[in-house]
């Protein structure tokens, strides 16, 4: 059963920079495309970052473009949000996402399999 777990998240003051991670417990963390997710009270879940099962390829929201960069170590079997100049608006559970998948980064929340519980970010200022 693959297991993900986030950490990293708290509160954090408007134009910091904070960083998530997200470990696996998998087989082969290199067979997997991950991605990162969020929601903010009262409105759905979306789309922030996601990258391919190399780590060569990327993409991203286009409200964080710019300012958040996803990257992963598949020697560590984990995958990192990098914030920068964080806003009130990027207040959210962050989730983490994977699925087994060498194609493409994937941008649709139905594609991926795995989720994790969520690490709650709350930009204060």
């Known amino acids: 059963q693959v297991q993900l777990v986030e950490s990293g998240g708290g509160l954090v003051q408007v134009g910091g920079s904070p960083r998530l991670s997200c470990a696996a417990s998998v087989g082969t963390f290199s067979t997997y495309a991950m991605g990162w997710f969020r929601q903010a009270p009262g409105k759905e879940r979306e789309f922030v970052a996601g990258i391919n099962w190399s780590g060569g390829s990327t993409a991203y929201a286009d409200s964080v473009k710019g300012r958040f960069t996803i990257s992963r170590d598949n020697s560590k079997k984990t995958m990192y949000l990098q914030m920068n100049n964080l806003k009130p608006e990027d207040t959210a559970v962050y989730y983490c996402?994977?699925?087994?998948?060498?194609?493409?980064?994937?941008?649709?929340?139905?594609?991926?399999?795995?989720w994790g519980r969520g690490t709650q970010v709350t930009a204060s200022s």
């Open positions: 996402a994977a699925t087994e998948s060498r194609i493409a980064v994937l941008r649709s929340e139905v594609a991926y399999r795995y």
